[in-house]
Protein backbone atom coordinates (compact mmCIF):
# COMPACT_ATOMS: atom_id res chain seq x y z
CA UNK A 1 0.00 0.00 0.00
CA UNK A 2 1.57 3.30 -1.38
CA UNK A 3 1.11 6.29 1.56
CA UNK A 4 -0.58 9.31 0.46
CA UNK A 5 1.31 12.64 0.46
CA UNK A 6 0.28 15.10 2.55
CA UNK A 7 -1.47 18.54 1.10
CA UNK A 8 0.02 21.41 2.92
CA UNK A 9 -2.57 23.28 1.80
CA UNK A 10 -5.39 21.31 3.15
CA UNK A 11 -3.71 20.63 6.25
CA UNK A 12 -3.10 24.32 6.58
CA UNK A 13 -6.71 24.66 6.43
CA UNK A 14 -6.97 22.14 9.27
CA UNK A 15 -4.56 23.61 11.30
CA UNK A 16 -6.40 27.56 11.04
CA UNK A 17 -9.34 25.62 11.66
CA UNK A 18 -8.34 23.96 15.27
CA UNK A 19 -5.36 26.13 16.10
CA UNK A 20 -3.46 23.74 17.75
CA UNK A 21 -1.58 25.08 20.60
CA UNK A 22 0.02 23.97 24.09
CA UNK A 23 -2.46 23.39 26.44
CA UNK A 24 -1.69 25.89 29.63
CA UNK A 25 -5.28 24.90 31.39
CA UNK A 26 -8.60 22.84 31.65
CA UNK A 27 -10.09 25.22 28.96
CA UNK A 28 -7.66 24.63 25.97
CA UNK A 29 -7.69 21.22 27.06
CA UNK A 30 -11.70 20.40 26.85
CA UNK A 31 -11.09 22.55 23.00
CA UNK A 32 -8.92 20.40 21.82
CA UNK A 33 -10.34 17.22 22.90
CA UNK A 34 -14.13 18.48 21.27
CA UNK A 35 -11.64 19.15 17.69
CA UNK A 36 -10.46 15.36 18.24
CA UNK A 37 -13.37 14.35 19.19
CA UNK A 38 -14.80 15.71 15.86
CA UNK A 39 -11.64 14.31 13.82
CA UNK A 40 -12.56 10.82 14.99
CA UNK A 41 -16.10 11.28 13.93
CA UNK A 42 -15.37 11.30 10.51
CA UNK A 43 -16.55 8.05 8.79
CA UNK A 44 -13.28 8.43 6.07
CA UNK A 45 -10.60 10.77 7.79
CA UNK A 46 -7.96 12.03 5.37
CA UNK A 47 -4.62 11.61 6.02
CA UNK A 48 -4.21 15.45 6.74
CA UNK A 49 -7.03 15.04 9.37
CA UNK A 50 -5.05 11.67 10.68
CA UNK A 51 -2.38 13.47 11.02
CA UNK A 52 -3.76 16.73 12.91
CA UNK A 53 -5.64 13.46 14.84
CA UNK A 54 -2.38 12.48 16.24
CA UNK A 55 -0.96 15.79 17.20
CA UNK A 56 -3.70 16.64 19.23
CA UNK A 57 -3.20 13.43 20.86
CA UNK A 58 0.25 14.11 21.65
CA UNK A 59 -0.91 17.80 22.98
CA UNK A 60 -3.74 16.08 25.31
CA UNK A 61 -1.89 13.29 26.72
CA UNK A 62 1.10 15.25 27.54
CA UNK A 63 -1.11 17.90 29.60
CA UNK A 64 -2.53 14.99 31.37
CA UNK A 65 0.54 13.01 32.19
CA UNK A 66 1.57 16.38 33.57
CA UNK A 67 -1.85 17.90 35.29
CA UNK A 68 -3.81 14.30 36.03
CA UNK A 69 -0.47 12.43 36.88
CA UNK A 70 -1.41 8.40 37.87
CA UNK A 71 0.78 7.75 41.22
CA UNK A 72 1.85 4.27 41.56
CA UNK A 73 0.44 1.97 43.70
CA UNK A 74 2.66 0.76 46.71
CA UNK A 75 3.71 -2.43 46.53
CA UNK A 76 1.23 -3.83 49.44
CA UNK A 77 -1.82 -1.61 47.77
CA UNK A 78 -1.28 -3.69 44.65
CA UNK A 79 -0.88 -7.20 46.68
CA UNK A 80 -4.35 -6.06 49.04
CA UNK A 81 -6.10 -4.94 45.22
CA UNK A 82 -5.02 -8.04 43.84
CA UNK A 83 -6.10 -10.02 46.46
CA UNK A 84 -9.63 -8.29 46.72
CA UNK A 85 -9.46 -8.82 42.87
CA UNK A 86 -9.19 -12.64 42.84
CA UNK A 87 -11.09 -13.07 46.11
CA UNK A 88 -8.70 -14.40 48.10
CA UNK A 89 -7.30 -13.72 51.61
CA UNK A 90 -3.78 -13.05 53.54
CA UNK A 91 -3.89 -16.84 54.32
CA UNK A 92 -3.72 -17.87 50.36
CA UNK A 93 -0.29 -15.74 50.37
CA UNK A 94 1.34 -17.68 53.32
CA UNK A 95 2.60 -21.03 50.59
CA UNK A 96 4.19 -18.14 48.32
CA UNK A 97 5.68 -16.25 50.92
CA UNK A 98 6.61 -18.74 53.29
CA UNK A 99 4.89 -18.12 56.59
CA UNK A 100 1.85 -16.43 58.17
CA UNK A 101 4.42 -14.03 59.90
CA UNK A 102 6.20 -12.69 57.05
CA UNK A 103 3.16 -12.43 54.75
CA UNK A 104 1.43 -10.43 58.39
CA UNK A 105 4.88 -7.96 58.57
CA UNK A 106 4.65 -7.24 54.76
CA UNK A 107 0.97 -6.62 54.20
CA UNK A 108 1.56 -4.66 57.51
CA UNK A 109 4.54 -2.34 56.28
CA UNK A 110 7.00 -3.48 58.88
CA UNK A 111 8.95 -5.61 56.13
CA UNK A 112 9.82 -5.15 52.74
CA UNK A 113 9.50 -6.78 50.13
CA UNK A 114 12.96 -8.93 48.99
CA UNK A 115 13.34 -9.60 45.63
CA UNK A 116 13.16 -13.42 45.68
CA UNK A 117 9.56 -12.86 47.92
CA UNK A 118 8.68 -9.96 44.16
CA UNK A 119 9.73 -12.84 42.04
CA UNK A 120 7.41 -15.25 43.74
CA UNK A 121 4.08 -12.66 43.94
CA UNK A 122 4.68 -12.08 39.96
CA UNK A 123 4.14 -15.62 39.82
CA UNK A 124 1.32 -16.29 41.67
CA UNK A 125 -0.15 -13.12 40.23
CA UNK A 126 0.75 -13.36 36.83
CA UNK A 127 2.04 -9.74 36.41
CA UNK A 128 5.77 -8.39 36.36
CA UNK A 129 7.73 -8.55 39.68
CA UNK A 130 8.95 -5.20 39.33
CA UNK A 131 5.42 -3.98 40.56
CA UNK A 132 6.45 -5.23 44.00
CA UNK A 133 9.60 -3.89 44.38
CA UNK A 134 9.64 -0.40 45.78
CA UNK A 135 12.40 2.10 44.26
CA UNK A 136 14.33 4.41 46.40
Not at 43 to 56: G, I, T, V, Y
Amino acid sequence: MRTRTLDRARYGELLVKVLPKPIRNDKDLDALTAALLELEDSENPSREEHELADLLGTLIEQYEEHRYPIRKAAPVELIEFLLDQRSLSQKDLWPVIGSKGITSEILSGKRGISIAIARKLGEFFHVDPALFVEWK
